[in-house]
């Protein structure tokens, strides 16, 4: 869509009032059942193989009012501007660069430039490094060794090296280094794709249309078993968009854009705390799959190098299951990480930076400085109904009188991170309706407009290994299931990795998926 229409400035209404009286957490809202740990890990994962926006030199800095500092953490902080460029374009004249190849291509554990990509081989038998406790490696300054070191914490990290064992797996030494090399990228790059496809996805918005959607996706109308019999013979709607015969970018070269950056700023996922589980507990009764709690460790204690170290004496296991068994943050209004307010941030290299900043407000801030419409001229360039009056966003008293003393009566000045936290949800949707438009829409660009899950999903360039590799993985469990064989089965009930592990399986449903009625909202 259009940079924003609406010139209100960057500081109207002020940032830091916007964040505390409308995003600070007041007490943590949960996904409840459907969301874990992982989950949350899983999309600060995907993040950092998709965008990162490159850095002025210049900082700016932001000082809660005078009538409101009380209500802040930081009274001011100082960050880095956001590079613009000039973009030689009558449509839009200005833009800006993403550090991070915007691709499906793993750089989260490859890394982004040539820089990062040596850092990370072996340069043996087209291994990746990793430790004997399959945790990461660190450097001598005790910072992972990955292919995205920034913002990491002991979740992400996790998730970062969970996956360098599944490309070390998928080296079968068929090739030299190289060789071996580039088909275990393509293989756990295509494993990481389908996985936020028709796993990731699929628990994010739980209802049988998005389950039917996300499996048409890949597979098509006439589903798997077609598909691995006779390939994608009948184009996109009936065979699903991998492996159609080429790319398709509807005119627009492959990005991603800034309205699918501001849709995923999903930080309030994040609790206070991580949740320690004894995994050497065992249960008398084989239906309870949860084990006692150990410890609880303020987050805080888990980022970067301190928490580097905690992890190490943590161990992949327990942390594993321990995210597992902990529900993430729902994103919704008031629910902004209190320790992300006062926060020490990374710079592209994992080192700290010298000044905190709250996070909460920079997030307000960002969206209008990268010019990204607000919430009803986002909802109109998507060509949905925009509101009115307050209580078409929500029907909740409390956030309406807030919203009337933030935005006063202007519905135009809203901001869209807190339109999309405070907007009714659809039954079984852990975001908004207006999110899920960008969703949908890019989950089938960034298929579709790349040649190795089109023109090159063949077995001349994946091998025929590789691409049995990628079509018999479904889900984030079947990868668990790879190098920890005993986890699941002793700690998982549920059917997704993804949703708390002691939760309720999905039931069986004897209809069809396609001819099952909608639930009622």
């Not at 505390?20 to 059942?33: E, N, V």
């Not at 060789?179 to 389908?194: D, E, F």
């Not at 098509?220 to 019999?229: N, S, T």
């Amino acid at each position: 869509m259009p940079p924003a229409m609406l010139d209100y400035g960057f500081l109207d209404p002020h940032p830091s009032l916007v964040a505390s009286k409308l995003l600070a957490r007041k007490k943590l809202k949960s996904t409840g059942k459907q969301f874990n740990m992982i989950a949350c890990s899983w999309i600060q994962f995907m993040i950092h193989d998709w965008i990162d926006h490159l850095e002025d030199t210049k900082q700016v800095g932001i000082r809660a009012p005078d009538s409101y500092s009380s209500g802040c953490p930081l009274n001011s902080f100082k960050f880095f501007k956001t590079k613009k460029f000039n973009t030689d374009s009558s449509y839009m004249k200005t833009g800006f660069l993403n550090t991070r190849t915007p691709w499906w291509d793993g750089s989260v554990i490859y890394g982004n430039n040539e820089k990062g990509m040596i850092r990370v081989r072996t340069y043996s038998e087209g291994k990746l490094k990793i430790s004997e406790d399959g945790l990461l490696e660190h450097d001598e300054k005790g910072i992972p060794i990955s292919g995205d070191v920034r913002n990491c914490w002991a979740g992400f990290s996790l998730v970062q090296a969970l996956f360098v064992k599944e490309h070390n797996a998928v080296c079968y030494p068929d090739f030299n280094d190289e060789k071996l090399y580039r088909h275990a990228r393509l293989v756990t790059s295509a494993v990481i794709a389908k996985i936020h496809t028709i796993d990731w996805t699929v628990e994010l918005l739980k209802t049988d249309t998005l389950l039917a959607a996300m499996r048409i996706n890949w597979y098509g109308f006439l589903g798997k078993k077609f598909k691995d019999l006779f390939g994608n013979i009948f184009g996109p709607i009936l065979s699903g968009l991998v492996g159609i015969r080429k790319p398709r970018d509807h005119g627009v070269p492959y990005s991603l854009t800034e309205e699918f950056v501001s849709v995923y700023r999903m930080h309030s996922m994040l609790p206070e705390e991580i949740v320690l589980r004894n995994i050497k507990h065992i249960s008398t009764n084989g239906k309870d799959k949860c084990p006692p709690v150990l410890e609880k460790v303020p987050i805080r204690e888990m980022l970067g190098k301190e928490g580097e170290r905690r992890l190490s004496k943590i161990g992949m296991e327990q942390m594993l299951v321990s995210m597992g068994h902990q529900s993430c943050g729902a994103v919704a209004l008031w629910n902004y990480p209190t320790w992300m307010r006062n926060l020490i941030v990374h710079d592209i290299d994992g080192e700290d930076r010298s000044d905190p900043v709250d996070m909460a407000s920079m997030e307000v801030y960002r969206d209008r400085e990268r010019e990204v419409a607000r919430y009803n001229e986002f909802r109109r360039n998507l060509l949905m109904i925009p509101i009115s009056k307050w209580e078409d966003l929500t029907n909740e008293e409390e956030v309406i009188e807030v919203l009337k003393e933030v935005y006063g009566d202007d519905i135009e000045k809203l901001d869209l991170i807190v339109g999309l936290q405070a907007e009714k949800k659809i039954k079984g949707f852990a975001i908004s309706e207006t999110a899920f438009f960008i969703f949908l829409t890019m989950a089938s660009r960034r298929i579709e407009a790349d040649r190795f899950f089109t023109s090159n999903f063949n077995s001349q360039t994946y091998t025929d290994k590789g691409l049995e590799w990628v079509n018999r993985t479904e889900s984030l469990k079947d990868v668990i299931d790879r190098h920890y064989p005993e986890m699941t089965k002793k700690w998982m009930r549920c059917s997704s990795a993804f949703s708390v592990w002691d939760s309720i399986p999905d039931p069986t449903n004897y209809i069809p998926l396609y001819l099952r009625p909608a639930p009622k909202q």
